[in-house]
């Protein structure tokens, strides 16, 4: 791995918490950071050392904080400044770190930059958004809105209405557009350095990384990526000389682009290319975005998937960036159904115990440890829409408000779950078969072998269309370990060649594997809905 990528990235699992609902500390109905402070315990039993925390700033909450304020100041409903130093104190005591959520692409429009960005006289920041010059003229290929304040100028938005772009300039300004700017321009420059100072400012207060929103798109018209990677590549330089241990998470979803832009870390998520809808975003799973129409997902007890359409995307990237960063491929986020849309237990467990034998940085969502639903039907909440139902508080126990909260339930957030056999970290906590110890086991696995760790190796034994089978080895030096899978309701069958491995050892996890030679190789026929991981020789 390059040496500039931070070695704690190693052995690093990451947690992402919605902060809205994970646990209510002060009994106003909404989630908070001496709640999240209180749960490390939690989050800790695991095997999960680094917390992400979605946008926890200043924020008029259009967009549940992804429509930010002030990007200094914690949004009082979560708490106070000494609360995020509470919280990073006790994170560090216990060797483990915080990733905040930056989102450097667009601002409120209650943002004093924009207000003052606003105003028809010019001013230092009339040019830190992208405003059109007049206001009956659009930007061809963005969206705008128009008559917003008495600016004569339309101004471009990257989300919602009231989400506008900041100014990264435009990779090839088109002279007759002149309000398109270079990305060289002073002012563009100086909101740069404004970013740069955020960034600091939380980097001095001991914050380990950031999760950067919609990473790909700051710079406009930059058909070539050429323009996003000089922006991403001087962050790295600037990161790796003033605050060498932390991280760069990207939200880009193409790890082949964004990890020699400059970023440690991708995810593989919905957006960009069709590999993760692939594994586990099906029609009748759909995201919330359409991203995943006409996709069949392979760990379906259907069994029609096809894992090719995965491999393709993810074994190119992997090779293109093993050395350089890791991928991060997660149990789900805010923006997406939750995993156990459409998924028993058991598929539950086939689909996990994928996603944690895998390289790269595993990420799990908070409450996909206790199968959480999707709630489906929820009225939208701070511009979730579909993705309202995959917000919803944890659940802890028993109880009011399954723990999450003391406050009438008429003021939460948003309402728990109400099924009586919605299931709690209580209720699993004792049952060895649960999903939450299922996850624990897995990761412990996990930090035990090095093989199956973050940097351990990858070879493919058996990934083909039409079958149900997926086989491969991890390994590292000498340790070898073999991952098997099958997430079909009926048993599948693979053939992989005889040199791969010489002989099964220790069953480390899941079932026992009988493997079978014949002239084409090792056979072997995989149970409905199992896994195995086994060790090699
Ligand atoms: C991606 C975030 O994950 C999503 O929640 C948000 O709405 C958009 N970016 C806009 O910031």
Not at 82 to 89: P, T
């Amino acid at each position: 791995m390059d040496k500039s990528v931070p070695a704690w990235l190693a052995d690093a699992v990451f947690y992402e918490i919605y902060p809205q609902s994970f646990a209510d500390s002060n009994g106003d109905g909404i989630g908070d950071l001496e709640g999240i402070r209180q749960r490390l315990d939690h989050v800790q039993s695991l095997g999960c050392n680094v917390v992400w925390l979605n946008p926890c700033f200043d924020s008029p909450f259009g967009d549940a904080g992804y429509d930010v304020r002030d990007y200094r100041k914690i949004a009082p409903r979560y708490g106070t400044h000494a609360d995020m130093k509470r919280l990073l104190r006790d994170l560090h005591r216990r060797g483990m770190r915080l990733c905040l959520d930056f989102v450097p692409g667009h601002t409120s429009v209650e943002h004093p930059w924009f207000q003052a960005s606003c105003k028809p006289t010019p001013n230092k920041y009339s040019n830190w958004y992208i405003w059109t010059d007049s206001v009956w003229t659009g930007a061809p290929g963005f969206s705008t809105v128009n008559a917003f304040s008495d600016r004569d100028g339309q101004y471009v938005t990257n989300f919602f209405w009231f989400q506008p772009a900041l100014n990264y300039g435009f990779a090839k300004p088109d002279p007759a557009q002149p309000w398109q700017l270079p990305t060289t321009h002073p002012d563009v420059l100086a909101m740069k350095q404004e970013m740069r100072d955020i960034m600091r400012f939380w980097l001095d207060l001991g914050v380990d990384g950031f999760r950067v929103d919609m990473a790909p798109s700051l710079v406009k018209g930059d058909t070539d990526g050429a323009a996003m990677n000089a922006h991403w590549g001087e962050i790295r330089v600037w990161m790796r000389e003033h605050y060498p241990n932390a991280m760069l998470l990207a939200e880009w979803s193409d790890p082949a682009k964004a990890i020699p832009a400059g970023f440690h870390v991708d995810f593989m998520i919905h957006c960009g290319t069709p590999a993760y809808n692939s594994l586990f975003r099906a029609e009748k799973q759909r995201t919330c975005f359409p991203w995943s129409e006409g996709v069949t997902s392979f760990f379906d007890a259907s069994g029609n998937g096809d894992i090719t359409i995965f491999l393709k995307h993810w074994q190119a990237a992997y090779a293109r960036t093993r050395e350089l960063g890791y991928i991060s491929l997660p149990t789900g986020n805010h923006d997406i159904t939750r995993l156990s849309i459409g998924r028993s237990e058991a598929d539950l467990k086939v689909a996990l115990a994928f996603l944690f034998t895998m390289p790269g940085v595993p990420t799990l969502y908070y409450g996909d440890e206790i199968g959480m639903k999707y709630l489906p039907g929820l009225t939208s909440k701070e511009g979730g829409f579909g993705r309202t139902g995959a917000r919803n508080p944890m659940q802890w126990g028993e109880g009011r408000n399954a723990g999450f909260s003391s406050a009438a339930p008429s003021k939460l957030y948003l309402p728990v779950d109400t099924d009586p056999e919605r299931p709690t970290v209580a209720a699993q906590e004792n049952d060895p078969d649960s999903l939450l110890n299922f996850v624990r086991a897995l990761l412990s696995l996990r930090r035990g072998q090095s093989a199956l760790g973050n940097l351990g190796g990858f070879d493919l034994l058996h990934g083909k269309t039409g079958s149900s089978a997926l086989l491969y080895l991890r390994k590292n030096g000498k340790q070898r370990v073999l991952v098997a899978l099958n997430p079909a309701a009926k048993p599948a069958a693979a053939t992989f060649p005889a040199k791969a491995v010489n002989a099964l050892g220790e069953n480390l996890f899941g079932r026992q594997l009988k493997l079978k030679k014949t002239a084409a190789g090792w056979q072997v026929t995989l149970p409905p809905r199992s896994f195995a991981v086994h060790a090699v020789a």
